[in-house]
């Protein structure tokens, strides 16, 4: 269990650390000519920065406290806070026609889902 929970937690670390540095260092109007980024053009540039930096947050956040033993609860919390990010993300998909990738969203949250249960449950960081 701790395994998957290590390969859960490194999966989504990677997905937000990839997502965070597209959205914090690559312009918005290239966001936007991509898949999936159409809804930038809809947001602030400091919004679409802001949300950047918070993913590239949790991708240390998933990984980090676990590996250095240093307050290893940010692991659970950080994973239920990237639920909630998922949420805000599927909404915004589906207003811009991007069901697939709510569909994608969905999935990411499920993984953040079993991490937060299984830091905060059977068997804590």
């Known amino acids: ?9 490194g999966l989504l670390a990677v997905v937000a650390l ?26 602030a540039p400091g919004f679409v920065k802001g949300l950047g930096v918070l ?20 692991v659970p919390v950080t994973a239920g806070c990237w639920v909630l990010l998922m949420v805000g993300a599927m909404i915004i998909h589906v207003r811009h026609g991007g069901a697939g990738f709510a569909v994608l969203n969905l999935a990411y949250l499920a993984v953040a889902a079993f991490v937060a249960w299984g830091r905060f449950g059977p068997v804590p960081a």
Do not use: C, H, N, Q
């Not at 990839?18 to 809804?39: D, H, I, N, Q």
């Not at 947050?57 to 609860?73: C, D, E, Q, S």
């Open 18 to 43: 990839t997502g965070g540095v597209s959205k914090a260092f690559v312009p918005r109007e290239k966001l936007a000519a991509a898949p999936g980024g159409e809804w930038t053009t809809d947001a």
């Open 55 to 74: 993913e590239l947050l949790a991708a240390l956040g998933l990984v980090l406290p676990a590996a250095t033993g240093i307050a290893p609860v940010l």
């Open 1 to 9: 269990m701790d395994l998957a929970l290590w390969l859960a937690a």
